[in-house]
């Protein structure tokens, strides 16, 4: 399975464009596109209302299921994930799913936590804590392999993941 996910576009379109148009399993955008919900660049991904996104039409979680896997994906604030992915463990737990993705922070990272992968893309525009502007690929075969991407699509970071 490979998924492409990103974060805190924050109206950025060419950039969303560009990350949408790779080749993938599946495309998300964890929220704070600032675009509206029926923007043509939008349509080929699941996406999610950010605390920045005004169109209602945003739902503030999408759960989907891509080659057997339980997908859930949010924005993060409403789970308080800049202190703790307690709330956000809890949700996947209750829903069954496999992976989590989140933006919100604008850090990018990835852990496993009892076989749940959850995966913050970073922002394509407003990195923090002096990290590169990113999103992510994930592949999910034996290993989970997360690659974190600058916006010239070349690797920045990747995290190789066990899969328990």
């Not at 399993?25 to 080929?44: K, M, Q, R, Y």
């Not at 991904?45 to 896997?69: E, H, T």
């Not at 990290?131 to 690929?137: G, M």
Request: charged fraction near 25%; aromatic fraction near 8%; include cysteine.
């Amino acid at each position: 399975m490979k998924l492409v996910v990103m974060s805190d576009s924050h109206g950025d379109r060419e950039t969303v464009k560009a990350v949408s148009a790779l080749p993938a399993d599946a495309i998300f955008h964890c929220g704070d596109s600032e675009l509206s919900f029926d923007d043509p660049v939008l349509h080929n991904m699941y996406r999610v209302r950010g605390n920045c996104d005004r169109d209602r039409q945003f739902s503030p979680s999408v759960l989907v299921d891509v080659q057997g896997k339980k997908i859930l994906a949010v924005h993060g604030h409403e789970h308080d994930v800049r202190s703790s992915l307690m709330g956000l463990y809890y949700s996947a737990k209750e829903l069954g799913a496999d992976v989590v993705l989140f933006g919100h922070s604008h850090l990018y990272g990835a852990e496993m936590k009892d076989g749940i992968l959850f995966l913050n893309p970073g922002s394509t525009v407003q990195p923090r804590g002096g990290k590169k502007a990113t999103y992510a690929v994930v592949e999910w075969e034996e290993t989970v392999r997360v690659l974190f991407k600058n916006m010239q699509h070349e690797t920045v970071d990747e995290k190789e993941i066990k899969n328990s």
